[in-house]
Structure formats: C-alpha cells, structure tokens
C-alpha cells in the first residue's frame, strides 16, 4: 500500500466507568489535552483526549454501556499492555508520573528497543511507557 492514501489511526476507544473521572485522571496524572467534550444527548458524551502537542493518536473516553462493556473496563486487552505512551526523555516523564501517583508496576528497563516501564491507568489498564533507542 502506498503512504499516499493519507490514512493514519487517529482515535483509540478506551471504555471507562465515567467521563469526568476518566478525564481528570488522563489530563491531572498523564498531562493529555481534553481535545472534545461534546453532549450527546441520552447521558452520552463523545470526549477525546490527546497528548500535549497533539502528537499520536487521540483517546476516545467510551462510558460502558450495559453489563459486557463495564466488565472490559480495566481489561480491555486480558491484561496484556493496551497502549504505548512513547516519549522522548524517559527520566523526565517517569519522574513526573509517579510525582502524580500514577502506579507503575515494575521498575524501569533497558531493553533492545528503548527504556520501558509498565503502568496502569485508573482503571487497570496496562501501558507502556517508552523511550524508543534511538
């Protein structure tokens, strides 16, 4: 395929319990941007939050509709890693994390692709945060 098509992913749904929770934690603990809060009518909101800077790609905060989404919030992916959090000072960010009590859940690393450590969201999540090796 060719990059000519122009397509990139541009919004991860990620299911939370509640809007407003959801977005005080990514914008309060990861320092995301709200990008849109729009009412949806029917107790539904579309609400997106970005990186700073508005690199990569935008998360789309989905409240759980009904029984078998609320049981995928916090385990969306089984519990392996769901997302990748890339950065370009490991030290400075990780630093900055656990100062806002976001919980990492092992200690940093080396590895063949970069500097990484595992953290969870609000609701369990699994993230990567890495320095790619450049």
């Not at 995301?32 to 935008?58: M, S, Y």
């Not at 969306?76 to 400075?92: C, H, I, K, N, S």
């Not at 859940?105 to 320095?131: I, M, S």
Request: hydrophobic share 45%.
């Amino acid at each position: 395929m060719s990059d000519a098509l122009g397509r990139k992913v541009a919004t991860v749904a990620v299911v939370v319990a509640d809007y407003d929770q959801a977005i005080a934690w990514y914008v309060d603990k990861l320092g995301f941007a709200l990008a849109q809060d729009v009412d949806l009518g029917g107790g539904k909101r579309w609400v997106t939050v970005e990186p700073g800077g508005g690199q990569g790609a935008r998360l789309l905060l989905a409240k759980a509709d009904g029984e078998v989404q609320a049981a995928s919030v916090g385990n969306q992916t089984g519990g392996r890693v769901f997302l990748f959090l890339e950065t370009d000072d490991f030290a400075r960010d990780h630093a900055l994390m656990l100062e806002k009590g976001v919980e990492f859940r092992e200690a940093p690393r080396r590895e063949a692709y970069g500097t990484v450590a595992v953290f969870a969201d609000l609701y369990g999540n699994l993230w990567d945060l890495l320095e790619p090796k450049r």
